[in-house]
């Protein structure tokens, strides 16, 4: 990477070859979306000059796929993004708009509360019956992610782990801490079985990806600034932060710098990894620990968007397959189409649908027996989409060490 | 990470045919790709060389040229397994290396070509009474009645009459030809029930902008199933429904074999040991990760896709190995001041000289790198836009350096 992908500096090396068009996958979906070209670099010249509102910004999904087509090194997402920051600095968000971005600030607040997980979740499924959803904005025809009954955090200090001198730093996000906390777990156990000792860090934030997309750029801001500082305090102690969502990984290491620029942004990405790129050096190392148990199965892999974009290859499809009759088959089908909390908005959930369609078919073929993905948005899509429940790849390895 | 018998840098045309020929192999194929290449742009039409049978004219071509490396009978082979696979994927090509078939242009002129996909093969027209072209409302970039007034120049004594079609395009952005093929995916009954009141019959031909879908056959095959007279396709400006089409349909393949396509992944070194290859690093991400293979096949695209880069005159670079690049020395030879005239240009000429297994060589000729192979647009001694041989270069020199 060189100093030149901070994302204002890139919409100047733009071809207008229209790759990034093609590879649209809401452009595909609808008629209205005037798309990546036309939105994020040529507009964006002109918008961070003048005001000039470009009102079509409001259907992309930051999946990114236009930014993987581009062959000039264009961050074409991270231009619509930082556009549509600007808009919102004139137009305030909407009270759904507001209640997507804040999912770690709801989740706090409920947790607080005297089974408070358990009256959410009732009280979700009630307000989808009512039409409450509807009526905030919400995508009624969806179920929103179900709490967990205890937070990975608070689950955290009760697992047993063998002190180690090789130490990581768990960096949950928010969807494993809140709604998956069996991903914390068996991230836990790999890393132990690995000879890692696993740390949380109470100081992280949101990492901000859910800010970014609903324009919440200042909040964001805070968000990173709090997490680089902390990031880079584990990295002066030499213990590196490790997160298994891939949207959190994604922000942590390049979305930061791209958005806001600042050096030490980059120097704290050096220090952040993806669980299964972690493991793959590790492997690469001769670190990795093989002693795996086999376990005969089909999985079909539906690589998030986000794990695209990090050109770390395929580690998870790697790793998984070290285990003793796994085969991993990707799904090759495109992007979700939930993107976050793109596909929740309720203006935007029939073009979520309709972008994962391929998918959908895809793993209905049922020619597998698991589904994985890395992304918790990716995984909920899915079983919406399908009925069929996908995992992170990080449990099906947590199984074979035991 | 396990070892790749082969990667393959650069998934443009030649690097998506290289893994096709590979996987069919039963190779462990890595594809490494940064930008999706100029397939979503090209016309979709595979040219050899612009002559009655380029099969004959390429055996009159100076030792050099990287089709004399390749050898015709290897250049046949490739282009019957690139038909073979394509249609595998629902995309029918026609065509063959000893002959051109006529596909129409955006603009009404008559282009030939050696492969064409079948919804663009134009060899009736010459058979029909009346020749149909669609004028599509809200279309940016198709102009029916220009189109008439060029084709008409080929055709003097047939019947043209412009068909004013709505296909519910307007209302959103300004519609290309990629957008209406995206809407009309799944939608085709809107179009097929508009073309079905011009009454066209056998003897006629319909001329339509590329729009039929963005997946093979299948949305031309809906339309086709309900009208009679044939239903031809033109170029369009990019992005091109018909070169998607082929991008998807090599995909679709690579994915049914296996092979590993990693996207965003930019190669910045190689790792040799001596004249071997043992490795590729990518440098696109926050750290840097290398790949090793047995066999690397550079498919990067040349001038036009970063695969050689010119940051001072008269001195070309080939950025990853940094391989020597031939070009035409003293700025005379450089350029002829007619861009789009007849003659070659100096400057396209350049690229990167190979011996008969398009392992590159240096000045003497000798091989650099034996399990290193350059093909596609990186190749030097050929005008690719002059003699109209840059899909024919690229998969041949693809199917070669894959079977090697
Ligand atoms: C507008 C247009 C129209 C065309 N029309 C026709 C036609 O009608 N008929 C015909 O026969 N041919 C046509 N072509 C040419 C044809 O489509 C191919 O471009 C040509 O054959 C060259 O193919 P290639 O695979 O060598 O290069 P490309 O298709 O350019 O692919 C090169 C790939 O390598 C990638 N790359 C570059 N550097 C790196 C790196 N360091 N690491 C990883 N990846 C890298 C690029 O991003 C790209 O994806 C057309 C081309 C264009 C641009
Ligand atoms: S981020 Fe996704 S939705 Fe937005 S322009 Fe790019 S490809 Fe389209
Ligand atoms: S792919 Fe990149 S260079 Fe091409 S039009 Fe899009 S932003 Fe511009």
């Not at chain 1, 070859?17 to 595909?28: E, G, H, K």
């Not at chain 2, 995909?251 to 590993?260: A, E, F, T």
């Not at chain 2, 003293?330 to 350049?350: H, R, V, Y």
Request: some cysteine.
């Amino acid at each position: 990477m060189s100093d030149a992908t901070k994302a204002i500096f890139t919409g100047d090396r733009c071809l207008s070859c229209t790759a990034c068009m093609a590879n649209c996958p809401v452009m595909a979906a609808i008629k209205e979306y005037r798309g990546p070209k036309l939105v994020g670099p040529a507009h964006g010249r002109m918008h961070f000059s003048q005001e000039d509102v470009e009102e079509s910004l409001n259907y992309c999904s930051n999946c990114k796929s236009c930014d993987r087509a581009c062959p000039a090194g264009v961050a074409v997402s991270t231009l619509n993004m930082l556009q549509r920051a600007e808009y919102y600095k004139k137009h305030k968000q909407l009270r759904h708009e507001n209640m997507l971005a804040h999912g770690e600030r709801m989740a706090k607040l409920i947790r607080k509360m005297p089974f408070g997980a358990k009256f959410a979740n009732v009280g979700m499924n009630v307000g989808k019956f009512l039409g409450v959803f509807n009526a905030l904005g919400l995508a009624g025809k969806r179920n929103m992610p179900a709490y967990a009954s205890t937070s990975f955090k608070n689950l955290f200090p009760k697992i047993r782990q063998a002190p180690s001198n090789k130490k990581v730093v768990l960096f949950t996000g928010c969807y494993t801490n809140d709604n998956e906390p069996q991903v914390g777990e068996a991230f836990v156990k790999v890393m132990n079985a690995n000879g890692c000792e696993v740390l949380i860090d109470e100081g992280f934030k949101c990492c901000g990806s859910p800010l970014v997309v609903t324009g919440f750029l200042d909040e964001a801001r805070q968000n990173a600034d709090n997490n680089v500082a902390k990031i880079l305090n584990w990295k002066r102690k030499g213990i590196p932060v490790v997160t298994p969502c891939t949207s959190c990984s994604l922000m942590l290491k390049e979305e930061y710098y791209e958005l806001f620029g600042e050096q030490e942004m980059r120097e704290a990405a050096e220090n952040v990894y993806d669980a299964f790129e972690f493991l793959e050096i590790l492997q690469e190392r001769g670190e990795f620990n093989e002693n795996l148990k086999s376990l005969n199965q089909k999985l079909l892999y539906h690589v998030p968007c986000h794990l695209k974009s990090q050109a770390i290859g395929l580690p998870a499809a790697n790793i998984l397959e070290e285990i003793g009759g796994v085969k991993v088959q990707t799904a090759d089908a495109g992007c979700c189409g939930i993107s976050g909390n793109y596909g929740f908005h309720k203006d935007k959930y029939e073009i979520s649908m309709k972008v994962g369609e391929k998918l959908f078919a895809r793993v209905k073929k049922k020619d597998f027996d698991k589904v994985i993905s890395d992304c918790g948005t990716c995984r909920m899509q899915i079983h919406h989409g399908t009925d069929i429940k996908p995992c992170h790849p990080i449990e099906i390895l947590a199984e074979a060490y035991q | 990470m396990k070892i790749s018998d082969v990667i393959i840098i650069g998934g443009g045309l030649a690097g998506l045919m290289a893994a096709s020929v590979a996987a069919n192999r039963r190779q462990k194929v890595t594809v490494l790709t940064y930008g999706s290449g100029s397939l979503p742009l090209a016309s979709g039409a595979i040219d050899f060389l612009n002559t009655e049978s380029p099969e004959a004219a390429i055996k009159n071509l100076p030792a050099h040229h990287p089709y004399k490396k390749i050898g015709v009978k290897n250049i046949d082979t490739a282009a019957k397994f690139f038909c073979h696979i394509t249609s595998q994927a629902n995309l029918i090509y026609n065509g063959k290396i000893s002959a051109q078939i006529p596909i129409v242009t955006a603009v009404g002129t008559l282009k030939y070509s050696s492969l064409v996909p079948e919804s663009m093969n134009a060899t009736k027209l010459k058979s029909k009474k009346k020749i149909f072209v669609a004028n599509v409302k809200g279309l940016k970039d198709f102009y029916a009645s220009m189109l008439v007034d060029n084709l008409k120049k080929y055709f003097p004594d047939k019947t043209f009459e412009i068909a004013p079609l709505d296909l519910n395009l307007m209302g959103g952005r300004d519609i290309t030809c990629l957008s209406a093929a995206q809407i009309l995916t799944g939608n085709e009954k809107i179009l097929a029930d508009g073309l079905k009141k011009l009454n066209a019959t056998e003897d006629d031909a319909i001329i339509i902008p590329p729009i039929l879908g963005l997946e093979g056959n299948i949305s031309r095959a809906e339309v086709k199933s309900q009208i009679r007279a044939d239903i031809i396709e033109t170029t369009c400006l990019p992005p091109s429904p018909p070169g998607i089409r082929l991008q998807r349909a090599l995909m679709k393949y690579l994915q049914k074999s296996g092979v590993r396509f990693h996207e965003n992944s930019k190669v910045i070194h190689g790792t040799a040991e001596g004249k071997k290859i043992t490795g590729v690093i990518i440098g696109s991400g926050i750290r840097e990760k290398f790949f090793p293979a047995k066999k690397i096949i550079l498919a990067t695209g040349g001038f036009y896709s970063g695969g050689l880069t010119m940051r001072e005159f008269d001195n070309p670079k080939e950025p990853i190995f940094d391989l020597p690049v031939f070009f035409p020395t003293g700025a005379e030879n450089w350029s002829n001041e007619n861009l789009f005239g007849d003659k070659p240009q100096g400057f396209s000429m350049t690229g990167i000289f190979t011996n008969d297994n398009l392992n590159p060589v240096d000045e003497n000729g000798k091989v650099l790198y034996e399990n290193l192979h350059v093909i596609g647009a990186n190749l030097g001694g050929v005008d690719f836009i002059h003699e109209h041989s840059a899909g024919g270069v690229a998969i041949s020199s693809a199917h070669k350096a894959a079977m090697i």
